[in-house]
């Protein structure tokens, strides 16, 4: 599962082969984060194609994020190039976020819920 998870990630991150070991760290956290999210008697393999995927993204997530915040441009003669700048990124970050999110909606409660108090 985890050959598959980060094959996955460096495609949606476009990761090149020097940060596969940075990726491949991104994607046993966030397996490791996915699996603490299932609930008592489920396992990765009973949603296993939203598991990769939602694991998948949300180490992609990370790795966009920390790619730096300078937008990458150049000019030659008539030619320009633009790359994404770090609001880009951090935009195509929380959509994979938010991709993982929905993904394993069916699964998991939602992580940031906190009730205190509830009475009936």
């Not at 150049?74 to 990124?89: C, L, N, Q």
Request: charged fraction near 20%; proline fraction near 5%; aromatic fraction near 4%.
């Amino acid at each position: 599962m985890e050959e598959r998870i980060l094959e996955m990630a460096r495609t949606l991150s476009r990761a090149g082969e020097a940060d596969l070991p940075a990726l491949a760290l991104l994607c046993a956290a966030a397996q490791a984060c996915w699996e603490s999210r299932l609930p008592r008697g489920t396992t990765a393999e009973d949603c296993e194609p939203a598991f990769l995927c939602a694991a998948a993204c949300t180490a992609a997530a990370g790795f966009t994020a920390g790619q730096g915040t300078a937008a990458v441009s150049f000019t030659a003669g008539d030619i320009s190039v633009r790359g994404p700048g770090g609001g880009e990124r951090q935009a195509a970050a929380r959509s994979l976020e938010r991709t993982a999110e929905r993904l394993m909606s069916p699964y998991v409660s939602p992580g940031d819920l906190f009730l205190k108090g509830v009475r009936g």
